[in-house]
């Protein structure tokens, strides 16, 4: 599944002109390892990004994804998920939004809702700092690896887990 191509130059036009703002050199790999993660909407890992980038730039090192991911985090391009989880993912979606996430194998997806979006966070917050913004977790078993544990044990379609979490970033 891929993010639309005009949101996706929409998204890489901001990059440029942050990079030209910020002082930061445009390299060809900066570029490409950005707009593979802003047409993703796997919210990729260093290393998901590399594997698909390495095809057609055999000199792309994972340590040079890893550093020009970074850098894109601190510039506000891109923000990771986590913590929590053992390997740092990317999203270029800086609009609101919430995230639908496999508990089993980490399929990371968003979705809207301006609900969601209008959420009001409890006082005692407070005490931990200041609050920026809201994003709401819902975590359960997606559909594809449901239907795999269903096959695995010969059951009927199996319970989905549900739960929703809430982190304030
Ligand atoms: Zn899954
Ligand atoms: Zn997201």
């Known amino acids: 599944m891929q993010v639309d191509e005009h ?8 990059f440029k002109e942050a990079a030209r703002g910020d002082g930061v050199k445009l390299t060809h790999q900066r570029i490409e390892i950005f707009r593979e993660v802003a047409a993703s909407v796997d919210h990729p890992s ?18 040079t994804v890893y ?57 005692s917050v407070a005490e931990f700092g200041s609050v920026e913004a809201t994003h709401v977790e819902v975590r359960g078993v997606c559909s594809r690896c449901a239907k795999e544990q269903a096959k695995k044990s010969g059951d009927t379609y199996p319970e989905e887990a549900k739960g929703a979490e809430r982190s304030t970033t």
């Open 46 to 63: 260093a290393e998901s990004v590399h594997r698909a980038l390495a095809p057609r730039m055999p000199t792309l090192s994972l340590d």
């Open 67 to 123: 550093r020009t991911l970074r850098l894109l985090s601190d510039m506000g391009l891109v923000s990771t998920l986590g913590p929590g989880r053992e390997v740092a993912r990317f999203d270029a979606n800086l609009a609101q939004h919430h995230h639908y996430v496999c508990a089993r194998c980490g399929l990371t997806r968003d979705f809207e809702s301006e609900e969601l979006n209008a959420i009001s966070v409890p006082e």
């Open 7 to 14: 949101e996706v130059e929409r998204r890489v036009e901001r």
